[in-house]
């Protein structure tokens, strides 16, 4: 028996930010003191509140360490392990109770307060690469209750009595997908987890493989032994090495046990499970496209009917669900549906992950029940926007999906309730934005993603996408016509309409929506020749306010162009036509007499 | 996607084709693991030359077409050469908002090069890329191995002189 654990993030950000040596040194210092036989370090999956990585959490007390240095080691050894004094200046604020030696436990503060964790249950919690911990947490019980109590139809049952839907952003319901491909006869069946996030700024089901890889494991097997699939593919990105390592090593522990592979539970059933590797295609994350490239081609999509539930990997019926939809259901099994059902909107049941990122405080990763609004996401759990700017708009979906903004912000988040605001609730990407992003260039910004990625299959996609880029080009360098604005919209839904796969279809979707909620900006563009944002470079000039220019004559000699005349304590000028706007006079001037307008 | 197709004449070690030979060895025969080579020999060589290629698609008999196809499809597979210090802007949606856009820019005017090329000497490569994942990080580049968070256009001269 351990008298003390310290749990350290593992997680990529944290690992990003040094965690792994935070780890080393924590071994090494509790060696030195002896304390190895009462202190275990364990590095687990993502706690959440990324934003303050590195996280340590030392239990029982279940103090919230934030932004740990390494130099920070041997103060928590010494202090806490050894003499159980608290490090108050490391503790993460909302988490100080204001006497000495307590603590607020971390699921009173405002950003796991209102957090509802199902498929995020173990991260943070467990060590990833050990089975004996998630077999602890209850892990592969629904499993075996499955394979011993519950035929393939009833499990199927369950699941279509919970209320599941798809969370890689389609939203289909994820009962009836397991139905089809079980209605269906065939010598070989394939279960295939998508794990190939593609949304940039999302990381949802990152971390749930790098925090608790078997869930996905077990949730496979259960769907295959439904669906009668004896074959299962995990397609995960390349670019996610430490979720690849801990699904590998999961694997072989679930093997080793005999809970993968041969007569699971003796009770005759098979299930074999193979990681493939991504190498970097955002139309990948389109089922049949993802099969495509499973089989060692490019990945292009095909045409649907048939569907994969008819004819799909490798010509045989195919159950294909992404990570977070798997990552509910050994919850579902074990706990019920109604109780999955118990949370959520009437549509949407249970619970949906979010990855925050952007402008905002508590960047990281949220859990909250279906229903819960944008606004009590960003101002509570997320604590606001930083440095007391405004919000603008919340990205949801990517680049397939839209924009939220502040006239919405209280509409109770669901698949339904986002559709009809003409936005998406996407793979749970939710990147907020403040009045400095102009919205014009993150349109852009999602055109040049999709016009990179579009696979070139189909006609309306790869040259349609690239018309729009080329006219939202012209509009952000103060070329674009009123019409301009019209045509734009007309290619959209052109585009929308003729596409092949889901990629073409939604590519248009941050325009549509930054139209929709913002066309006043798109005329400011158009009309003023200007970008109240002040983003777009062409639109913009950079000019000295003589009343504050004192003359120290920083910026002119920080002005890589020589843009920039005047003596010493006489106001300076900027000459425009020189100018090349990169911004580096203004981070210099210590008066703020330089603006862009 | 558009890709750079190297210039520099190709030549490897022993152990390099060994390696090589190895792997197409032990896959031949199963098409679907024609991505799976190509990455264990992009491991192998950094990037795929045309010769690498052309290695592969014989020994796994299949069309050079279709090796090439999968080539230029896929972001991860390179057809030039990374620089000894391979820096990546993350352009992942979290961070642009947060200006990384503006890094990449400074990181192009101080080196003299574009996304996706290499400097002269061989020293630094540059290319963007889209999410590395740690986006309580945002703004985020990486240089081989080391990753450099909440960073602005600003602090690109210092990360950079650490490589000099």
């Known amino acids: 028996m351990y008298r003390s654990h310290v749990l350290v993030c593992g997680g990529t950000g944290c690992t990003s930010s040094n965690s792994p040596k935070i780890i080393e040194q924590f071994e090494a210092q509790i060696k030195e003191k002896g304390l190895e036989d009462e202190v275990k370090v364990i590095r687990t999956g993502c706690f959440g509140l990324c934003a303050l990585g590195p996280v340590v959490v030392v239990y029982p007390e279940g103090c919230f360490y934030s932004e740990v240095k390494v130099e920070d080691v041997p103060e928590i050894v010494e202090e806490h392990l050894l003499k159980g004094r608290i490090v108050q200046r490391l503790l993460y604020d909302e988490t100080k109770a204001g006497a000495q030696e307590e603590v607020k436990p971390l699921k009173e503060t405002d950003f796991y307060k209102k957090q509802k964790r199902v498929a995020l249950r173990n991260c943070g919690v467990i060590n990833p690469e050990d089975i004996n911990e998630y077999i602890a947490y209850d892990g592969y019980q629904a499993l075996a209750k499955c394979l011993t109590e519950l035929k393939p139809e009833e499990v199927i049952q369950i699941v279509k009595d919970s209320g599941l839907r798809g969370r890689g952003g389609g939203g289909f319901p994820t009962g009836l997908k397991w139905s089809f491909t079980a209605a269906n006869k065939a010598d070989q069946k394939y279960v295939v987890c998508n794990a190939d996030e593609g949304d940039p700024g999302a990381f949802m089901d990152r971390s749930v493989l790098e925090g608790d890889p078997h869930c996905i494991i077990e949730a496979m097997t259960i769907c295959g032994y439904a669906t009668g699939a004896t074959e299962g593919y995990i397609y995960v990105r390349a670019e996610y090495p430490i979720a690849v390592k801990r699904l590998e090593i999961a694997i072989a522990q679930a093997k080793e046990m005999g809970l993968l592979g041969k007569d699971i539970f003796g009770s005759g059933f098979d299930f074999d499970l193979h990681i493939k590797l991504g190498a970097g295609a955002f139309v990948c994350g389109e089922e049949t496209a993802l099969m495509t490239s499973i089989e060692g081609n490019r990945g292009e999509p095909r045409p649907r009917p048939p569907y994969p539930a008819v004819k799909g990997l490798f010509g045989k019926p195919t159950t294909e669900n992404n990570v977070e939809t798997f990552a509910n259901i050994p919850t579902i099994i074990r706990e019920g549906a109604e109780y999955f059902a118990s949370m959520g909107t009437e549509k949407s049941k249970g619970t949906k992950v979010f990855a925050l990122g952007g402008k905002i405080k508590n960047t990281g990763l949220v859990e909250i029940p279906m229903g819960t609004t944008l606004r009590e996401i960003i101002e509570e759990i997320g604590g606001g926007i930083p440095n007391g700017k405004k919000f603008k708009a919340a990205q949801t979906g990517g680049p397939s999906g839209g924009c939220i903004p502040m006239s919405l912000i209280d509409t109770p988040i669901d698949y339904d309730n986002l559709t009809a605001i003409g936005c998406m609730m996407g793979s749970g990407g939710l990147i907020v934005m403040d009045e400095d992003n102009c919205m014009v260039d993150i349109a852009k910004f999602f055109l040049n993603f999709t016009v990179d990625e579009s696979c070139g299959k189909c006609t309306p996609c790869r040259v349609g996408t690239r018309r729009l880029l080329e006219m939202l080009d012209k509009i952000t360098s103060g070329n674009g016509t009123l019409e301009d604005l019209d045509k734009l919209e007309e290619l959209c839904y052109y585009i929308k309409e003729n596409s092949l796969c889901g990629l073409g279809q939604t590519a248009p979707n941050p325009v549509l929506a930054t139209l929709k909620f913002f066309r006043d900006e798109y005329v400011a563009h158009v009309v003023d020749k200007k970008c109240p944002a002040g983003v777009c470079k062409d639109l913009l000039q950079y000019k000295i306010i003589a009343d504050k220019c004192r003359g120290c004559t920083a910026c002119a000699r920080k002005c890589p162009v020589g843009a920039i005349s005047g003596t010493v304590k006489n106001p300076h000028t900027i000459d425009t036509s020189k100018c090349i706007k990169c911004g580096a006079c203004m981070e210099t001037c210590k008066f703020g007499a330089i603006i862009k307008e | ?164």
């Open chain 2, 1 to 164: 996607m558009l890709k750079k197709i190297s210039q520099i004449p190709f030549s490897d070690t022993p152990e390099q084709a060994k390696k090589l030979d190895a792997i197409i060895a032990e896959c031949a025969g199963d098409e679907s693991q024609l991505m799976h080579v190509m990455q264990v020999a992009q491991d192998i060589y950094g990037y795929l030359p045309f010769e690498v290629q052309k290695k592969i698609a014989d020994g796994m008999n299949v069309p050079l077409e279709k090796v090439y196809g999968v080539a230029t499809f896929y972001a991860q597979f390179a057809l030039s050469p990374k620089g000894k210090y391979a820096i990546s802007v993350c352009l992942g949606t979290a961070c642009y908002v947060k200006g990384s856009q503006g890094v990449l820019d400074e990181l192009c005017t101080q080196l003299g090069i574009g996304a996706e090329e290499c400097t002269a000497d061989g020293k630094f490569s540059l290319s963007a890329c889209r999410c590395i994942g740690a986006c309580g990080l945002a703004p985020v580049m990486t240089v081989n191995d080391d990753v450099y968070g909440k960073i602005s256009a600003s602090d690109v001269k210092g990360i950079l002189a650490k490589y000099a």
